[in-house]
């Protein structure tokens, strides 16, 4: 903030404007505080969580958590999912443009299945995630978007894709395999959901592969969101393999191709995100 004595007025610099003031900025940071007042809430709750070591479930928080998350990504991924994540993947963005199949692997209220629904209109979008009361919101969402026919919302976890007789063309995890108990597993299941040659598309927090290199504001806010909520919900799961937020690219590529890929790279990057391919 500035102040002009002169004018006895403040104002907000554009680059401060971008992060603080415009709601549809890509780096919209206000939804990040909403984050931050759901641990305050649940501040005794995450106490106990550190003490027993049992770790504290999603679904175990303040709703506030909810429609927080869904507000801090859902600028990002309406900025860059469409117009350069998908088209960053090898032929994947011809392919839901035909008429594909895409499953969002801990989607939440829904914000990206509903955008894809929305560019590739040919596609069917599978949305799944654990949490009930998000995937009821997800439902209603997509209804107010115009998607309610080509979106699909179910109750389940990852391993549900490994059990299922139809075969995706692109498995996202959007922000969500570092909270869950085995990543692997997950990854794993995605591989056997997956038609042949076809794409999973992992997009995690920003990170270097050690903690000596993720510094800065951004790094400082995921390692707290980290260590009060993503590595909570993965040692609620069984936490076989807690990533935490900070896993960086060396770690997540190693379980692509654990899980059975033939290949995986790094497709992109951006101050806030990784974008990971995997190649069934």
């Keep these: 903030m500035r102040f002009d004595a002169h004018s006895g007025q403040?104002?907000?610099?554009?680059?401060?404007?971008?992060?603080?003031a415009n709601p549809e900025s890509p780096?919209?940071?206000?939804p990040a505080f909403d984050v931050a007042a759901s641990l305050w809430h649940d501040e005794d709750?995450?106490?106990?969580?550190?003490?027993?070591?049992?770790?504290?479930?999603?679904?175990?928080?303040?709703?506030?958590?909810?429609?927080?998350?869904e507000a801090f990504f859902r600028n990002g991924y309406r900025a860059h999912l469409t117009q350069s994540w998908i088209p960053a993947l090898d032929g994947v963005q011809e392919r839901l443009a035909e008429g594909g199949r895409?499953?969002?692997?801990?989607?939440?209220?829904?914000?990206?299945?509903?955008?894809?629904?929305?560019?590739?209109?040919?596609a069917t979008i599978v949305g799944i995630d654990y949490h009930e009361s998000s995937i009821a919101v997800a439902k209603e969402r997509a209804k107010e978007a115009g998607v309610g026919d080509r979106v699909r919302f179910e109750v389940g976890t990852a391993r549900v894709l490994a059990s299922k007789d139809e075969k995706f063309d692109l498995i996202c995890f959007m922000d969500s395999l570092h909270d869950m108990g085995d990543p692997l597993e997950a990854v794993?299941?995605?591989?056997?959901?997956?038609?042949?040659?076809?794409?999973?598309?992992?997009?995690?927090?920003?990170?270097?592969d050690t903690p000596e290199e993720n510094v800065g504001p951004v790094a400082r806010m995921?390692?707290?969101?980290?260590?009060?909520?993503?590595?909570?919900?993965a040692l609620s799961q069984g936490g076989l393999y807690a990533l935490g937020a900070q896993a960086g690219a060396k770690q997540l590529l190693g379980i692509v191709k654990e899980a059975g890929f033939r290949s995986a790279r790094v497709a992109m990057e951006t101050p806030f995100n990784l974008i990971l391919e995997g190649r069934a």
């Design 10 to 20: 403040y104002t907000l610099p554009p680059e401060h404007a971008f992060v603080l």
């Design 27 to 30: 780096a919209f940071l206000p």
């Design 45 to 69: 709750e995450i106490f106990e969580a550190f003490r027993s070591g049992k770790g504290m479930g999603w679904h175990e928080h303040n709703c506030r958590l909810f429609s927080a998350t």
């Design 102 to 122: 895409v499953a969002d692997v801990g989607c939440g209220h829904g914000a990206s299945a509903i955008l894809m629904a929305q560019a590739f209109p040919k």
């Design 188 to 208: 794993w299941a995605a591989r056997q959901a997956l038609a042949q040659d076809r794409a999973l598309m992992l997009v995690e927090p920003f990170a270097k």
């Design 222 to 233: 995921y390692y707290s969101a980290s260590a009060g909520l993503c590595t909570q919900n």
